[in-house]
């Protein structure tokens, strides 16, 4: 027999965490779940062994505390053959106008911590040779907005990252994805105004990662619309773009 | 507030929605006049909380499950398309599926709900073992048949109004595959159709599509489909033995307008899937699962083809004896109308479980009908022949059934509001429904 598959997910938590995970143990991965609060992530994994029948371990990671990464990574039992990272705080861009605490943690939350971990795996990767990076990051990072510059400024260097990873671990047999959301139906998003049609929810998102990991692309734009929607919002002029509502 | 409508989209009122993230939220959610809502696939008022509405579609996780004996645990979020994509391959399928998958599991047990099978294998509740309830009173007990046993019958079929499922364990069917063996039946007018249904009273599944355009000496004219789950070697070589249940690829993008509906176009529509269906009578074939139980679920949003104004499903059941002349009567006068439903549905029931559930052993016809004209004084007649014939509708659903009506069809109710009173002395739980037909004014 063959030894299973690992996907460890970081974020494990989060709606988007939860779908990921329940659509890897699906297709036959045994899986790690990461985040804040290891208690919190008990029924998950419950759920994770009963619908799948998988193997499920819970992990204690917290994305601000940077200093505890390496002690994280080398603490894991064996290096997983994919890492997800769901990890993202979308914060509220009004109070992170003048609150630099706050303004900071989205940054920290967003960019920083979710950079350095998956910098640090990806090393491991190479080591090994093989291996799948994953990060979602989002749309708001395509283009700085009135309305979430400070989120999507974040994403948007994450988004770079990630791209300049690909770029140089695709040399060395380990494949970097960028998954770019959208609109998800979300605890994050809950009470927002979304476009009906260029929402989805978290489940599909989960099924779009998993195939991004098997088809190796990428970038993927969980619905399709979204490449066509932010290909416009890029290239519109700047002097037209900052008249815009948006 | 939000506008809040059930699924035929009438009617549409203000409800305070809000989707608790963890039991302790569904408690303090609790207002008075507040009552859980499922996925919203009832059709009329039922889950719309008087005052507010508490979602519980977010509560979708396993707890447990037991691949020995089929037994399950669940939040009542869970829908029963999660659990049959989930626990399908593995061999396990609900033993009570309703003609929408898009259910949650606490809304199945909230309604009792039935399928094509409740005349030999009763209803949703029947497979429940037990039930994690948050009472209106704020206790959260575990009740099943031997503990807390009036709280779990109330509960099964009692629309919500003894409190929020929590969770529940429940038991599932083994099955060899996600295949049906499915045979078809034409039946040229409604003893025919009725004869049939009887005949099939041994088939695990039975269900009967009437054209309810037909008139005259067609009245009741119809197509019976019986089915049994297939086994392994029934199916062809090479064929998965689990179908996939795609997600609803077509979907009603906006309201059509209600002229769409008409009687010509009603019509003709029912002729054709009479003649299209009566030309595959005869022998049987296997089919996938999905289209066999859920042939409404391959078109997303249809509640959106009977127009902005909604429309209305009149479910009644009619006990055994004497069934035929009433059935007879309301086909009539349906047929008479010219406006009505697409399609309707005949199917035989036994027994229901819970105090309030609706089946009771006779026949149940479901009809469809857009909101408009004089609709409602029109119901209001089939209703009086309803209850003289000692039968009742169906609360999942209904949108205006009158407190006489109601009265009349649930001789058990005086049972059901001691249970609900002393689970909730304050009046907690209230939803649309329950304002219109059950509380004290
Ligand atoms: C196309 C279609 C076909 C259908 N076919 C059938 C059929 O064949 N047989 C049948 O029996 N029904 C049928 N129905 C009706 C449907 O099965 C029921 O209305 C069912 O209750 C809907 O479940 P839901 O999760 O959407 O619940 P909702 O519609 O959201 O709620 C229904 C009731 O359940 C209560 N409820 C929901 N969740 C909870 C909870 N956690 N705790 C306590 N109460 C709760 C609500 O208060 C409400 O009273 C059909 C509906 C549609 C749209």
Redesign the pocket.
């Known amino acids: 027999m063959t030894s299973r598959k690992t996907v460890i997910v970081l974020g494990g938590s989060s709606d988007i965490g939860r779908a990921a995970a329940r659509a890897f143990a699906k297709a036959g991965y045994d899986v790690a779940l990461a985040g804040r609060d290891v208690a919190a992530l008990e029924p998950d994994a419950a759920d994770l062994r009963a619908r799948y029948d998988v193997v499920v371990g819970l992990y204690k990671f917290d994305v601000l505390d940077t200093a505890s990464f390496e002690g994280f990574v080398n603490g894991l039992p064996a290096l997983p053959d994919v890492v997800i990272s769901i990890v993202g705080l979308l914060g509220v861009q009004e109070n992170a106008e003048s609150d630099l605490a706050h303004a900071t943690t989205i940054m920290r939350s967003n960019y920083e911590g979710p950079s350095l971990i998956l910098g640090l795996f990806a090393e491991k990767l190479l080591a090994r040779g093989t291996g799948t990076i994953v990060g979602v990051s989002s749309v708001a990072g395509d283009r700085g907005r009135a309305s979430n510059y400070v989120y999507g400024s974040a994403k948007a260097g994450f988004s770079a990252f990630l791209s300049g990873l690909r770029a140089r671990a695709s040399r060395g047999g380990v494949h970097v994805v960028t998954v770019k959301p959208g609109f998800v139906r979300t605890r994050m998003t809950e009470g927002m105004k979304l476009i009906g049609p260029l929402t989805v929810d978290a489940p599909v998102v989960g099924g779009a990662i998993l195939s991004a990991v098997e088809n190796k692309s990428d970038v993927v734009y969980v619905s399709g619309k979204w490449r066509l929607v932010m290909l416009i919002i890029k290239t519109l002029p700047e002097a037209v773009f900052k008249k815009l509502k948006f | 507030m939000t506008l809040v409508s059930?699924?035929?989209r009438f009617p549409v009122v203000d409800s305070e929605l809000l989707r608790p993230r963890s039991f302790e939220a569904v408690g303090e959610a609790v207002v008075t006049g507040s009552?859980?809502?499922?996925?919203?696939?009832?059709?009329g008022d039922?889950?719309?909380?008087a005052v507010r509405t508490?979602a519980?579609?977010g509560?979708d996780r396993v707890r447990s499950f037991d691949p020995v004996t089929g037994r399950i645990r669940l939040e009542?979020?869970v829908?029963l398309s999660d659990l049959i994509d989930t626990f399908g391959p593995r061999g396990f399928l609900p033993f009570v599926?309703?003609?929408?998958r898009?259910?949650?599991?606490?809304?199945?047990?909230?309604?009792?709900?039935?399928?094509?099978n409740h005349h030999c294998e009763g209803?949703?509740g029947r497979y429940v073992d037990s039930i994690l309830?948050?009472t209106g009173q704020g206790e959260t007990i575990e009740a099943s048949r031997e503990e807390n046993s009036d709280a779990f019958f109330a509960?099964i079929g009692?629309?919500?109004?003894?409190?929020?499922?929590?969770e529940a364990t429940m038991r599932l069917r083994t099955v060899e595959t996600g295949w049906i063996r499915e045979r078809v039946i034409s039946a040229s007018d409604l003893d025919a159709a009725m004869g049939a249904l009887d005949a099939g009273d041994s088939s695990t599944y039975s269900v009967a599509w009437i054209d309810c355009a037909a008139r005259g000496r067609d009245l009741g004219r119809s197509l019976i489909y019986l089915g049994e789950h297939a086994g392994r070697g029934e199916l062809a070589e090479g064929i998965d033995v689990f179908p996939s249940g795609k997600n609803p690829g077509l979907a009603v993008p906006f309201d059509l307008p209600a002229m769409t509906l008409n009687r010509t176009s009603v019509r003709a529509f029912n002729e054709l899937y009479y003649r299209m269906g009566a030309r595959r009578a005869g022998g049987s074939h296997v089919v996938s699962l999905y289209p066999y139980f859920?042939p409404?679920?391959a078109i997303a949003d249809?509640?959106r083809i009977y127009g902005r104004r909604g429309f209305l499903?009149h479910?009644c059941v009619i006990p055994q004896a004497g069934a035929r002349a009433v059935l007879g009567e309301i086909l009539g006068r349906v047929a008479a109308r010219g406006d009505a439903s697409f399609l309707a549905?005949l199917?035989k029931l036994g027994q229901g479980d819970g105090i309030l559930s609706?089946p009771l052993p006779g026949y149940t016809l479901?009809l469809d009908f857009p909101v408009k004209g004089d609709i409602m004084n029109f119901l209001d007649e089939i209703d009086h022949l309803v209850v003289a014939a000692g039968g009742r509708l169906?609360?999942?659903?209904d949108a205006r059934q009158s407190r006489a009506t109601f009265e009349a069809g649930y001789p058990a109710l005086q049972r059901f509001n001691a249970i609900r009173r002393s689970l909730d002395p304050a009046g907690n739980i209230r939803?649309k429904?329950s304002q219109r037909l059950f509380d004290e004014v």
């Open positions: 059930g699924w035929g009552v859980a809502r499922g996925n919203g696939r009832a059709y039922a889950a719309i909380g508490v519980m579609t509560f009542a979020g829908l599926v309703p003609g929408t898009f259910v949650s599991v606490g809304g199945a047990i909230a309604a009792d709900v039935h399928g094509k209803g949703f309830l948050r509960t009692g629309m919500g109004l003894t409190g929020i499922i929590l859920f409404l679920d249809w509640n499903q479910q549905v199917k609706f479901a169906y609360l999942a659903k939803s429904l």
